[in-house]
C-alpha cells in the first residue's frame, strides 16, 4: 500500500492557486491511474521519484524524469510540500518513509529539504541516493520518443555494465590492497628501514634531552645571576637610604650640600655619560659597516642579515633604548656565529692552499696540447681558476663575519657600560634657595628601600639565593665564560631573554613528550617492528601468487568491460562500422540474443511472434520462424513501448524494482494487460515494490 499527500501552490499570473491529490491517497503496490489531462498522473509519479531519490544530480537515471522532478520540486514560481509511505502488503512492513516538512504542513519557517528513510527488520536509517541505487531499480517511461527504443535498450545493458565495472573495481582494489600488504609484510628491507627510522628518532630524542637540560641549566643560572643583582641593587639602595638618614640626622638643622657642590657632581656624571656616549657611537658605527660589508660579498641565497642594529641619535631617551639595541646585536651575533661555523673557514683555507698550488703547478702546461685523464690542462686550470675565485670570496666572507662577530662584541660591551653610566647619574641640582628636605622623607625612603629588599630577598629564595650567599652566587656566575653575553645585558633586556628561553623549554618539552613527540613517534614505531617481526603472516599470504594472477584478471576485466560498453555507444549512436562489429562478435551476438530472451514474445499488427535475436544495428526484431523481420521503425508506438518496457521487467539484476510507466495508453489492451501481470507476478515474487501504469480516461480513478 503506498500512502501519500501533497500540496502544490503555484503562481498563476496575479493568483496563486493551490493543487491536492485527486486521487485517494491510498493506493495499492500493484495500480493502473487513469485521469486526463491535468488530472495529476504524471505527478504522482514524479512524487514516487523524487521521494526515493531526492534532488541528487550524480543519480544516473533519465534525463526527462529529473526535469520533471526539478520541475515539481524547484520552481521560482511554486511551492511544494509531501510525505509517502511505501509498505510491502505481502510482508505486511512499511519499507519507505520520505518526506518534506515546510510551511504548508504546519512548519513555520522551516524546510527539512526531502528526507527519505528505509525500515528494515523495524529499524529506521536515511536512505541516501547512492544506498537508494544499490537496493533498488526504478524504472520510469514515457513514450516521448517512439523511435528511439533502440537507444533506450542499448543504454539499459551499457547500465548494467558500468554497475559490474564498479563492482570489478572495488574488488581489483582490495586485492591490491591485499597484495602491498603481503608484499610489505614479506620484506626484509622493510623491517630494516624501519629499525633505521627508529634509530634516528633516538638519536635525535637523545640530543633534544641534552638541549632540554643545557636549556634548563642556563635558564637557573640566569635566575639566579638576575636575582642576585636584584638583592645587590636593592641592598646599596638601603645602604644608601640608611646613610641619608644617617646624614639627614646630622644635618637636620644644617642645609645640604652646597648647590656648587651638587652641580659639579652633575656635571662629572654629563661627562663620563658623554664619553660612554662617544664610545657607543662608534662601535654601532663599526657594526653597522661590518654587516653592509657581509652583504655586499655574501655568497648564500638567504640573506640572513635582513635588518642591521638600528642607528640612534644620542637623545634624552637613549637610556631607554641601549636594552632593545643590546638584544638586537644579541641576536645578530649569535647568526653570525653561526654561520662561521657552517662556513669552517679551517677547511676553506686548506682547500684554497691545495688549489694554488696545483694553478701554479698548471700554470706553465696550460697553453699547451695536452691531457689528464681524458680532459684537457686548459680546461682544469680554468675549472681551478673559477674554483679559487668563488673559495677566495668565502674566506673573504668568513673573515668579514669574524670582524662583524667582533665589532659586535665591542658594541655589546660599550652598551653595557654606557647602560651603567646612566643608572649611576646623579641627579640634576635645584639651583636657589630651596627649603630644607623634612627628615620624615629620609624615613619613608629608608622604609621603601628596606621593603624592596625584603621582597627581593623572597623572590630569590625560590632559586636559593640569600642575603648571605648573593655576592658569590654573582661573582661565580661571572666566571662562566659562555654567559658573558647574557651578562652585558640590561636587566630588563636580561628578563626578556630567561622569558625566551622558558618558552623554548615548553616547545621542546612538547617535541619530546608531546602526543606527537619523540617518545610518542618512537613507542608507534617500536610497535610497527614488533608487528613486522612477528611470526603472524595475513590470513592469504599462502595464496599471494593466486592473488596477483586474480589482479591480473580483474584488470583484464575491466579493459574488456571498458571495450564492450565504447561499442554499445556506437551502436547507440548509429556510428558502429562492420568492423567494430566483427572484432567482438560474439559478446554483439550474446547482447542482441539476451535481449530477444528478456522480450520472448512481440505483439505487432495484431499478432504475437516468439524474438530470437535483437538486430541492434539493423533495427529490426528477428522472429522465431526463421522467416519474419520486424524493423523497429514499422512498429507503432505501442508496440514499441511494449517491447521496452517488457525488456526493462526482465532484465534481473537481484535489485527490488519500482517501475512507473506513464502515458502506457498508447498500448491496445492486451498488451497493458501484459505488463499488469508481469507487475504481479514479480511483486508476488517478492522481486517489485511498486508498479505503477498511467493511461488516459474521464476522471481520476485507480484500477
Not at 601 to 607: K, Q, S
Request: charge should be negative.
Amino acid at each position: 500500500m503506498i500512502e501519500y499527500n501533497y500540496v502544490v501552490k503555484r503562481q498563476m499570473g496575479t493568483i496563486v492557486k493551490e493543487f491536492h491529490p485527486r486521487f485517494p491517497k491510498q493506493i495499492e503496490n500493484v495500480a493502473k491511474l487513469r485521469g486526463g489531462n491535468g488530472s495529476g498522473k504524471s505527478t504522482l509519479l514524479s512524487l514516487i521519484a523524487l521521494s526515493c531519490y531526492g534532488l541528487d544530480d550524480n543519480v544516473n537515471i533519465i534525463e526527462d524524469l529529473k526535469e520533471d522532478m526539478r520541475d515539481l520540486y524547484v520552481s521560482d514560481d511554486s511551492e511544494f510540500d509531501f510525505y509517502l509511505k511505501v509498505t510491502d502488503d505481502k510482508k505486511r512492513e512499511l519499507r519507505i518513509n520520505s518526506y518534506r516538512k515546510g510551511p504548508m504542513f504546519g512548519e513555520k519557517g522551516v524546510d527539512s529539504g526531502i528526507i527519505v528513510k528505509e525500515i528494515v527488520d523495524d529499524k529506521e536509517s536515511l536512505l541516501t541516493a547512492e544506498q537508494f541505487v544499490r537496493r533498488y531499480r526504478l524504472i520510469y517511461d514515457m513514450p516521448k520518443d517512439p523511435t528511439g527504443r533502440i537507444k533506450k535498450l542499448i543504454e539499459g545493458v551499457e547500465n548494467s555494465h558500468k554497475r559490474y565495472q564498479t563492482e570489478i573495481k572495488n574488488l581489483a582494489k582490495e586485492t591490491s590492497t591485499l597484495i602491498r600488504h603481503i608484499r610489505k609484510v614479506s620484506d626484509p628491507e622493510e623491517i630494516i628501514n624501519e629499525k633505521a627510522k627508529l634509530a634516528k628518532l633516538n638519536k635525535e630524542k637523545d640530543e633534544a634531552i641534552e638541549d632540554q637540560k643545557k636549556c634548563e641549566s642556563l635558564v637557573r643560572k640566569l635566575k639566579k645571576y638576575k636575582v642576585a643583582i636584584d638583592i645587590q641593587d636593592t641592598k646599596r639602595r638601603l645602604d644608601q637610604a640608611q646613610d641619608d638618614l644617617s646624614k639627614a640626622k646630622r644635618e637636620s638643622n644644617k642645609k645640604g650640600k652646597s648647590d656648587r657642590e651638587a652641580e659639579q657632581k652633575y656635571k662629572e656624571s654629563e661627562m663620563a655619560i658623554s664619553v660612554a656616549t662617544i664610545s657607543f657611537k662608534r662601535d654601532l658605527q663599526a657594526v653597522n659597516s661590518s654587516i653592509r660589508n657581509i652583504k655586499e660579498i655574501q655568497q648564500s641565497d638567504k640573506d640572513i642579515w635582513s635588518s642591521t642594529v638600528n642607528s640612534i641619535d644620542v637623545d634624552k631617551n637613549l637610556a631607554n633604548k641601549i636594552g632593545s639595541l643590546t638584544q638586537q646585536a644579541v641576536r645578530i651575533k649569535g647568526l653570525i656565529q653561526a654561520e662561521i661555523s657552517r662556513l669552517n673557514l679551517d677547511k676553506e683555507e686548506k682547500t684554497q692552499k691545495i688549489i694554488d698550488k696545483l694553478l701554479r703547478l698548471l700554470e706553465e702546461y696550460r697553453k699547451e696540447d695536452l691531457s689528464i685523464l681524458g680532459d684537457k690542462i686548459g680546461v682544469i686550470y680554468e675549472e681551478l681558476e673559477g674554483e679559487s675565485k668563488l673559495n677566495g670570496k668565502k674566506l673573504e666572507y668568513t673573515k668579514e663575519l669574524k670582524i662583524a662577530k667582533g665589532n659586535l662584541e665591542d658594541f655589546i660591551y660599550s652598551a653595557g657600560k654606557l647602560d651603567e653610566k646612566y643608572r649611576n647619574q646623579a641627579p640634576k641640582p635645584i639651583l636657589g634657595n630651596a627649603d630644607d628636605v623634612p627628615i620624615e622623607n629620609f624615613f619613608d625612603e629608608e622604609k621603601l628601600a628596606e621593603k624592596k629588599f625584603k621582597n627581593a630577598i623572597q623572590s630569590a629564595s625560590v632559586v636559593g639565593v640569600t642575603a648571605e650567599n648573593f655576592l658569590s652566587v654573582i661573582n661565580e656566575i661571572k666566571l662562566d665564560v659562555d654567559l658573558s653575553d647574557y651578562l652585558m645585558m640590561p636587566l630588563s633586556t636580561l628578563q626578556n631573554e630567561i622569558t625566551g628561553l622558558e618558552d623554548n623549554l615548553t616547545t621542546k618539552n612538547s617535541e619530546i613528550n608531546g602526543s606527537n613527540g619523540y617518545i610518542a613517534k618512537i613507542a608507534v614505531l617500536e610497535s610497527r617492528i614488533e608487528r613486522m617481526e612477528s611470526d603472524e603472516l595475513p590470513a592469504l599470504f599462502d595464496y599471494r601468487d593466486e592473488l596477483e594472477d586474480l589482479e591480473s584478471t580483474l584488470q583484464n576485466m575491466q579493459s574488456d568491460l571498458e571495450e564492450k560498453i565504447k561499442l554499445l555507444r556506437k551502436i547507440s549512436r548509429g556510428e558502429a562500422s562492420e568492423r567494430d562489429i566483427e572484432k567482438q562478435k560474439g559478446y554483439y551476438e550474446l547482447v542482441c540474443n539476451n535481449l530477444a530472451i528478456g522480450l520472448k514474445h512481440v505483439r505487432h499488427a495484431g499478432e504475437m511472434y516468439e524474438i530470437s535475436s535483437v538486430d541492434l544495428v539493423g533495427k529490426k526484431l528477428i522472429t522465431t520462424d526463421g522467416k519474419t523481420e520486424i524493423p523497429f521503425k514499422m512498429m507503432g508506438t505501442g508496440e514499441s513501448q511494449n517491447m521496452h518496457l517488457r525488456s526493462q521487467l526482465d532484465s534481473n539484476d537481484g535489485r527490488c524494482v519500482i517501475a512507473l510507466f506513464d502515458e502506457v495508453g498508447l498500448m491496445d489492451g492486451n498488451m497493458i494487460d501484459d505488463i499488469r501481470k508481469k507487475f504481479s507476478y514479480m511483486y508476488d515474487r517478492g522481486d517489485l515494490l511498486i508498479g505503477w501504469m498511467a493511461a488516459p480516461g474521464d476522471k481520476p480513478e485507480v484500477e
